[in-house]
T-cell receptor
Framework: DAGVTQSPTHLIKTRGQQVTLRCSPK?????VSWYQQALGQGPQFIFQ???????QRGNFPDRFSGHQFPNYSSELNVNALLLGDSALYLC?????????????FGSGTRLTVV | AQTVTQSQPEMSVQEAETVTLSCTYD???????LFWYKQPPSRQMILVIR??????QNATENRFSVNFQKAAKSFSLKISDSQLGDTAMYFC??????????????FGKGTKLSVKP
């Protein structure tokens, strides 16, 4: 049973560019959440998608946007990259109503902005 | 504001011994879920143990157990018979039950645990 798959694993971008990160949820899961983890910190919630709609959003600017496809996979887009966007981006999937079981995380995409 | 505090940035323990990681949280909600996640160098967050706030009995998963004190808003993790593979960052997290929606996870800053041979 495949877990959460994220691509790419590493990415280097230049300040001002745009980036797209991808996530395939665990089989059977229908909800995808994205987190940003700065070096030495705990993950911070960016947003959550369910039924192809953004359901919740954390304290992140509009430069961060996302999408969920009919097969439940998801993309995270970041425009006008800043040096401070350098971080590990984690995708987590879950089953709506299955909150008690927690979330399954991928191994993340390490984004470096230079 | 809902917060999670892990007051021990780093800890070390000898192999086969027991270690306890501390976590406190703040929320006005009455129905919520608590988790401990492990993040090894591979970066993937791995669920270690979970606790439902309405259950008074402390959760246990093999060598891992928690001490859940709801009134004190404390949720510590005890690792017994520590193994070298337990070396990792450990994050305490919680989420509220948002009705039909999934609550987002709120994480602490983590505790770096080193198990020494």
């Amino acid at each position: 049973d495949a877990g959460v798959t994220q691509s790419p694993t590493h990415l280097i971008k230049t300040r001002g560019q745009q980036v797209t990160l991808r996530c395939s949820p665990k089989s059977g899961h229908d909800t995808v959440s994205w987190y940003q983890q700065a070096l030495g910190q705990g993950p911070q919630f960016i947003f959550q998608y369910y039924e192809e709609e953004e359901r919740q959003r954390g304290n992140f600017p509009d430069r961060f946007s996302g999408h969920q496809f009919p097969n439940y996979s998801s993309e995270l887009n970041v425009n006008a990259l800043l040096l401070g966007d350098s971080a590990l981006y984690l995708c987590a999937s879950s089953l709506v109503g299955g909150i008690v079981y927690g979330y399954t995380f991928g191994s993340g995409t390490r984004l470096t902005v230079v | 504001a809902q917060t999670v505090t892990q007051s021990q940035p780093e800890m070390s323990v000898q192999e086969a011994e027991t270690v306890t990681l501390s976590c406190t949280y703040d929320t006005s909600e009455n129905n919520y879920y608590l988790f401990w996640y492990k993040q090894p160098p591979s970066r993937q967050m791995i669920l270690v143990i979970r606790q439902e706030a309405y259950k008074q009995q402390n959760a246990t998963e093999n060598r891992f157990s928690v001490n859940f004190q709801k009134a004190a808003k404390s949720f510590s993790l005890k690792i017994s018979d520590s193994q070298l593979g337990d070396t990792a960052m450990y994050f305490c997290a919680f989420t509220t039950h948002g009705g039909g929606s999934q609550g987002n996870l709120i994480f602490g800053k983590g505790t770096k645990l080193s198990v020494k041979p």
